[in-house]
């Protein structure tokens, strides 16, 4: 019922995308660089109205061939099979998005490549499930693909040789950490969405308006899909959606620039995606205290310590969406501020995710055994 209800306003979302696939090309082209809000508006409203639009199709596709999450009664205790391929349409509407605003120039056909080799990898998880060598396989062919195009961090204090390990070592820390976040409704694709936000903004503030699209191209096509994610979720993002999230948000963040004014502005991104990176190290510090493998699944993620402090899923979802906008105003500030101030500005947030996580851990969940039965 809810489903049938939600699939409404898809007929209205076709018709403005029409629309807009008809003003873009004259908003990109022909319009001066004054008009530059324009620009961004209907980039954003089609990515919105494709995946708004392509949302629902890919659900039914997914009932049809049985392409779904089913519950097992253990870490996956949603009530009934949940279709996959949200990833899909956030891939698909992004990439037709940026196929209708501007040429692809290296950089964007080398985040376009590198996103297609994990879509497949995932595709392939979400039908039937890899082994964790055959992911990090993908995401190492897809990191390559990145810094082969000129995508990879560049500090000035290291050596080129350092940047590129350390350019690996971002993004395959990213695309994983939006992946160990996808355990709840409308988590991994509101936080993304956020992020998204926040990366256009250091996008404008820098001037970078192939960055700035890009990220309009990323957050419409997530804002689109999160209206069937969000609690209760018609489907889920899959692997396919999160290593793709993963892969752009990591990438993104490394063509943005932040030290111009301040050269602590470097944590500005570990800053916006901060909410994804906690419960990365979070996980790995409580798996490692219990002396289980990283890719063993468990109840230990924050949000699940969330639900068992009695918080809804609506509620820890729109908790961390504020979290990570607030985390965003603070990169914001940092990128313009003193390296005395962002010292302490810092302190205090690691300060406090340290007594969150604190707090968190205390919260007694079931343990392996218990979840497993071994």
Known sequence: MNGKRRE??????????????????????????????????????????????????????????????????????????????????????????????FHFNEKILGITLAGSVLVIVGLFDDMQAVTPEVKF???????????????????????????????????????????IIDIMDGLAAGVAFCASMIFFLVAVVNGNTTIAVLTLALAGSLLGVLRFNFEPAEIYLGDTGSMFLGLMLGSLSMIGSYTQHNSWGVFAPILILGVPIFDMFFVMYLRH??????????????????????????????????????????????????????FWILSVVVVGALYVGHKLSRIKMPSNREVFGK
């Open 8 to 101: 409404q306003p898809a007929n209205i979302a076709f018709l403005v995308l029409i629309l807009i696939f008809f003003m873009l090309p004259i908003s990109t082209n022909l319009l001066p660089s004054s008009f530059l809000l324009v620009k961004y508006l209907l980039t954003f409203l089609l990515a919105l109205g494709l995946s708004s639009w392509a949302t629902p199709l890919a659900r039914n596709t997914a009932l049809q061939y049985n392409i779904v999450d089913k519950p097992d009664g253990r870490l996956k205790d949603h009530e009934i099979p949940t279709p996959y391929l949200g990833g899909i349409v956030i891939y698909t509407s992004f990439i037709l998005t940026l196929a209708f605003t």
């Open 289 to 342: 205290r219990k002396g289980i493998s990283m890719f063993m699944g468990s109840k230990d993620h924050f949000a699940l310590r969330g639900l068992k402090a009695g918080y809804s899923v609506k509620q820890i979802a729109v908790i961390c969406y504020a979290v990570t906008a607030v985390l965003g105003g603070i990169a914001l500030f940092i990128m313009q501020s003193t390296p005395f101030s962002t």
């Open 137 to 179: 396989l993908g995401q190492l062919i897809a990191i390559l693909v990145l810094i082969k195009s000129g995508i990879r961090i560049e500090l000035i204090a290291l050596p080129e040789f350092l940047n590129i390990p350390l350019t690996a070592l971002w993004v395959a820390g990213i695309i994983n950490a939006i992946n």
